[in-house]
């Protein structure tokens, strides 16, 4: 069964530290990894990863895949209290028929 | 504008009557899915659908139909809706399996 955990749950941290979200999957015949960031509202899209350690970039935001190990991280830097949402990843499979697989969700708080 | 609509965006109901959520997007994708999330649950999909007439059962398909009759709608149904099926839903549709889901703004629920 196709699984995506990722973690931590939930942190808090203060304006200006830096964090790291983690996304560990398994898939059979994996096709792509993709982050969201959710907040009041609908996931809107930040990345799409295919090829591992090949970095992606936007802003303070950046993303890396490492397909050997299985996973993928989210890095933010210089955090602001605007990047207080819920951020998931999902992966996309050639094989099975759905779409994407979730998970849970990171809940990250940052305070000023 | 590409998007993803929904309809309603808030919706309060009593056990047992049933509903119709829909859902419709403008970008000419071929898939579409139905989500449900709560809390400390994460996205949970329903049903989804790769084409017109190709529906089938997401994760959590219990309670609700879907249908799939032309291309850029995909309306949920809750025959007899209970208290469990309270919950945020959101509607997605991407170009191709494994590629960006767009979602819709989300229909909140309340099934007393």
């Known amino acids: 069964e196709d699984k995506v955990v990722q973690s931590p749950l939930s942190l808090v941290v203060h304006e200006g530290d830096t964090v790291t979200l983690n996304c560990s999957y398994e898939v059979t015949n994996f096709r792509s990894l993709l982050w969201y960031k959710q907040e009041k509202k609908a996931p809107t899209f930040l990345f799409m990863l295919t090829s591992s350690g090949i970095e992606k970039k936007s802003g303070r935001l950046s993303s890396i895949l490492d397909k050997k190990e299985l996973f993928s991280i989210l890095n933010i830097t210089a955090t602001q209290t605007g990047d207080s949402a819920i951020y998931l990843c999902?992966?996309?499979?050639?094989?099975?028929?759905?779409?994407?697989?979730f998970g849970k969700g990171t809940r990250l708080s940052v305070i000023a | 504008e590409a998007q993803v609509t929904q309809n309603p965006r808030y919706l309060i109901t009593v056990t047992g009557k049933k509903l119709t959520v829909t859902c419709s997007q403008n970008?000419?994708?071929?898939?579409m899915s139905w989500y449900r999330q709560d809390p400390g649950l994460g996205l949970r999909q329903i049903y989804y659908?790769?084409?017109?007439?190709?529906?089938d059962k997401g994760d959590v398909p219990e309670g609700y139909k879907v249908s799939r009759k032309e291309k850029r709608n995909f309306p949920l149904i809750l025959e007899s809706p209970s208290p469990n099926q309270t919950s945020l839903y959101f509607c997605?549709?991407?170009?191709?399996?494994?590629?960006?889901?767009?979602f819709g703004p989300g229909t909140r629920l309340t099934v007393t």
């Open positions: 999902a992966v996309g499979a050639d094989s099975g028929n759905t779409p994407l697989v």
């Open positions: 997605a549709s991407s170009f191709s399996r494994g590629s960006e889901q767009y």
């Open positions: 659908s790769m084409n017109v007439e190709v529906t």
């Open positions: 970008m000419n994708h071929e898939y």
